[in-house]
């Protein structure tokens, strides 16, 4: 099994603040997602990182892939409360199309 | 965009019996999906990969004998918790993989709870 460590675990900021999360596994993963999910829900696409280096921004969410393609992060900007949720990194690895999930970080914005 | 459904959303059951969760594409074919597992404050756990037509290969430590699947069509696969206790309660979250363009969509989940 492939562990995608996330951190920090829980993240309560106040409203404008900046915040980065991070997503750490020591596999090589052929792609990364980061989806978002909120209570009694099911997660929902953020955005997927392909390629190593690999930079890609989402309004105020900027998410970005290792050179080796073993971690990924997430930084938002100036932060609202509607940003509240659990935030996921998800993993598929080369030539298996299972996806493992990250231990995820639970973000709270305080308004 | 594409959809997954799964039903039912909430269910409650006595200790004991059997509860069956659909989950479905609604405008796409799954030769793949996947069944997930959400303690609460948890991230999502792998339990099984439900290919169409085949048997279900379940990850390590899920037994298959409580935990039965079926993905009889490419649009429909089911996951059955047999002889349910309370610690089965859990959410349930399925996911589908479209056979032609290789996206995955999640359902909304299905909340277990075994009294």
């Known amino acids: 099994t492939q562990l995608l460590e996330q951190s920090p675990q829980f993240l309560s900021i106040q409203e404008g603040e900046n915040l980065t999360v991070y997503c750490n596994s020591s596999s090589v993963f052929s792609s990364l997602q980061w989806y978002r999910q909120e209570p009694g829900e099911g997660p929902v696409l953020l955005v997927t990182v392909v390629t190593g280096g690999e930079v890609k921004k989402l309004k105020r969410l900027t998410f970005q892939f290792g050179d080796a393609r073993k971690d990924s992060s997430l930084h938002i900007t100036a932060a609202q409360p509607g940003d509240t949720g659990l935030y996921l990194c998800a993993g598929g690895p080369f030539g298996n199309e299972k996806l493992t999930f990250g231990t995820g970080t639970r973000l709270t914005i305080i308004p | 965009g594409a959809v997954v459904s799964q039903h039912p959303s909430r269910v409650i059951c006595k200790s004991g019996t059997s509860v069956k969760i659909e989950c479905r594409s609604l405008d796409f074919q799954a030769t793949t999906m996947f069944w997930y597992r959400q303690f609460p404050k948890q991230s999502l756990m792998l339990m099984a990969t439900?290919?169409?037509?085949?048997?279900?290969?379940?990850e390590q430590g899920v037994e298959k004998d409580k935990f039965l699947i079926n993905h009889a069509s490419l649009t429909l696969s089911t996951l059955t918790v047999t002889s349910a206790h309370p610690e089965d309660s859990s959410f349930y979250i399925c996911?589908?993989?479209?056979?032609?363009?290789?996206?995955?969509?999640f359902g909304e989940g299905s909340r277990l709870t075994v009294l």
């Open positions: 439900s290919n169409e037509g085949s048997k279900a290969t379940y």
């Open positions: 996911s589908a993989r479209d056979r032609f363009t290789g996206e995955l969509f």
